[in-house]
């Protein structure tokens, strides 16, 4: 438990740590997930009015302290050290792309304005050229198709500069620990088992059918015609005949 600085007696938030490690440390409030939080209060909120405090549940429950089991070298995962290097790191370069990014603005301004004041002077210039009656016609067009044009390509080629500037996002320790996993405990490609599931179609209708189809025996195309049977009628006429010729 983490507890106040200023008030010792109240818990501000939760601390984990490795019993075999002190300095391996970590707030709980560093493993959030856009969808999950586990900080103290984030978890007090989900609390429901009739459960007990964390406050007063930890004290109650000191399994916690019992020892860990004795754990080989390479079992241990790495510690907090790698993450807070990373975290430095990522600072350290957001610092000095903050200070290229702000160079990079100023050098831009100072182009603008001197590209901006350039291609006033020469509307100016070449609108005195002119009749007083066409000049403003003139400026118009020249602002249109030549001032916003050269300024518009300027400020794209600035905008595409800055873009190449920017840093990742700042990953979580989960996230870090999880690109920074050892590599005995991913699978390869080649050890991959697949295993074959059902095909699921979009359509119930058109699977029903499919297997009730599947599920009959196949019909030959080729059949030769079923010949015909005398029907039991016939077979009694036939008789009936043969005994009344008998009897002559």
């Given at each position: 438990?983490?507890?106040?600085k200023?008030?010792?007696?109240?818990?501000?938030?939760?601390?984990?740590?490795?019993l075999?490690?002190?300095?391996?440390r970590?707030?709980?409030?560093?493993?959030d997930t856009?969808?999950?939080?586990?900080?103290?209060?984030?978890?007090?909120?989900?609390?429901?009015?009739?459960?007990?405090?964390?406050?007063?549940?930890?004290?109650?429950?000191?399994?916690?302290?019992?020892?860990?089991?004795e754990?080989?070298?390479?079992?241990?995962l790495?510690?907090?050290?790698?993450?807070?290097?990373?975290?430095?790191?990522?600072f350290?370069?957001?610092?000095?792309?903050?200070?290229?990014?702000?160079?990079?603005?100023?050098?831009?301004?100072a182009?603008?304005k001197?590209?901006s004041?350039?291609l006033?002077?020469?509307?100016?210039?070449?609108?005195?050229?002119?009749?007083?009656?066409?000049?403003?016609?003139?400026s118009?067009?020249?602002?249109?198709?030549?001032?916003?044009?050269?300024?518009?390509?300027?400020?794209?080629?600035h905008r595409?500069?800055?873009?190449?500037?920017?840093?990742?996002?700042?990953l979580?320790?989960?996230?870090?620990?999880?690109?920074?996993?050892?590599?005995?405990?991913?699978?390869?490609?080649?050890?991959?088992?697949?295993?074959e599931?059902?095909?699921c179609?979009s359509?119930?209708?058109?699977?029903?059918?499919?297997?009730?189809?599947?599920?009959?025996?196949?019909?030959?195309?080729?059949a030769?015609?079923?010949?015909?049977?005398a029907?039991?009628?016939?077979?009694?006429?036939?008789w009936?005949?043969?005994?009344s010729?008998r009897?002559?």
């Open positions: 438990m983490r507890k106040s200023k008030a010792s007696a109240k818990i501000v938030g939760l601390t984990l740590y490795d075999r490690s002190g300095g391996n970590i707030k709980a409030s560093d493993l856009a969808q999950c939080r586990y900080g103290l209060l984030q978890i007090e909120k989900r609390r429901p009015p009739d459960a007990v405090s964390f406050e007063r549940w930890w004290p109650e429950n000191p399994d916690y302290l019992r020892a860990c089991p754990m080989k070298v390479e079992e241990v790495p510690d907090r050290t790698e993450f807070e290097l990373y975290r430095a790191q990522h350290e370069a957001r610092r000095r792309t903050r200070s290229e990014r702000e160079k990079r603005k100023r050098e831009h301004r182009k603008r001197k590209l004041q350039q006033t002077k020469q509307r100016k210039e070449e609108a005195s050229r002119l009749p007083p009656s066409q000049r403003r016609s003139y118009v067009a020249f602002t249109k198709y030549v001032r916003l044009p050269q300024l518009k390509a300027l400020d794209d080629g595409a500069e800055m873009g190449k500037l920017r840093l990742p996002r700042l979580s320790y989960r996230a870090f620990m999880a690109q920074n996993a050892p590599e005995k405990s991913v699978i390869k490609a080649e050890e991959a088992v697949f295993l599931v059902p095909v179609r359509n119930t209708n058109k699977a029903v059918v499919e297997r009730s189809a599947s599920a009959r025996l196949p019909i030959q195309q080729n030769e015609p079923e010949k015909e049977v029907s039991d009628i016939d077979l009694q006429l036939a009936a005949a043969q005994r010729g009897s002559r």
